[in-house]
């Protein structure tokens, strides 16, 4: 089983900064078979980037994923007021698809 | 737009069964995988199950393996859940996503289950 780091726990920031997740694979994630998922408050999770780096449809082009192997980061150039929420990464390379354990972007 | 729209949610005793439904519509629901993810309150999400589309293969996650059932009927657009032998820990909102395929690009809005006496 492929284990998902992320880090921060949680990041403190103000709109308009720009934020910096990780998420780190216990093994080699296949193939670049890794996406990023935004979820707000008493919503389901939604789709943001997959295959490392690429935005899915209607994702605007603030959010950016890169990174491969075992190192990913999603990046976000200037926080929008809508962007405080949690954000999580998955593999699905395999299964199980594991996810990472979220990180809270909170507004400092 | 695709929709997907879960039900069959609520209190069950530890032990316990319960059946899960998700109502697809708006894309060829037979044409994709699906998955059923989970978050216990206050949790990160955890994979839990997916389906193939024509229903032949399917997967677990090691908590629920023996326990779950996923299972799907295409002719009526809707993916199932069997939970059998309940325990605490299987309370969650559970979510259906659809494959991309590979990411879950659509999810529904999840039903509550809750394992207690």
């Known amino acids: 089983e492929i284990v998902l780091t992320q880090s921060p726990g949680t990041l403190s920031l103000s709109p308009g900064e720009r934020a910096t997740l990780s998420c780190r694979a216990s093994q080699s994630v296949s193939s670049s078979f890794l996406a990023w998922y935004q979820q707000k408050p008493g919503q389901a999770p939604s789709l943001l980037v997959y295959g490392a780096s690429i935005r899915a449809t209607g994702i605007p082009d603030r959010f950016s994923g890169s990174g491969s192997g075992t190192d990913f980061t999603l990046t976000i150039s200037r926080l929008e007021p809508e962007d405080f929420a949690v954000y999580y990464c998955q593999q699905y390379g395999g299964t199980p698809r594991t996810f990472g354990q979220g990180t809270k972007v909170e507004i400092k | 737009e695709v929709q997907l729209l879960e039900s069959g949610g609520g209190l069950v005793q530890p032990g316990g069964s319960l059946r899960l439904s998700c109502a697809a519509s708006?894309?060829?629901?037979?044409?994709?995988?699906v998955s059923w993810v989970r978050q216990a309150p206050g949790k990160g999400l955890e994979w839990v199950s997916d389906?193939?589309?024509?229903?032949?293969?399917?997967y677990y996650a090691d908590s629920v393996r023996g326990r779950f059932t996923v299972s799907r009927d295409n002719s009526k657009n809707t993916l199932y859940l069997q939970m059998n032998s309940l325990r605490a820990e299987d309370t969650a909102v559970y979510y259906c996503?659809?494959?991309?395929?590979?990411?879950?690009?659509?999810w529904g809005q999840g039903a509550l289950v809750t394992v207690s006496s």
């Open positions: 389906i193939g589309g024509t229903g032949h293969t399917t």
């Open positions: 996503a659809k494959h991309l395929p590979g990411p879950f690009d659509s």
């Open positions: 708006g894309f060829t629901f037979s044409s994709y995988a």
